[in-house]
């Protein structure tokens, strides 16, 4: 529906199932909603699916902002 309506936002909070490839799924549906200036943060990063994720992230994304919890891009 919000790609369908070319919706974007200025910030997208992922915390969902952190098991198996839900984090990449829920990260790459979510990516595709975020403006161009947006930020897109991953919550409990330190889980083994989610560790994964964020570490790609690292590599490709600017990292904006991290605690014990979230990872900001």
């Not at 529906?1 to 829920?26: A, C, Q, S, V």
């Not at 083994?48 to 979230?70: F, G, Y």
């Given at each position: 529906?919000?790609l369908k309506e070319n919706r974007t936002f200025d910030l997208i909070y992922i915390d969902g199932y952190h098991e198996d490839l839900t984090p ?50």
């Amino acid at each position: 529906m919000f790609l369908k309506e070319n919706r974007t936002f200025d910030l997208i909070y992922i915390d969902g199932y952190h098991e198996d490839l839900t984090p990449t799924i829920d990260f790459a549906l979510s990516y595709e909603l975020l403006n161009d200036k947006g930020i897109i943060m991953l919550d409990d990063y330190r889980w083994r699916d989610v560790k994964d994720l964020k570490d790609l992230c690292d590599r490709h994304l600017k990292l904006v902002h991290q605690c014990w919890k979230v990872a900001a891009y």
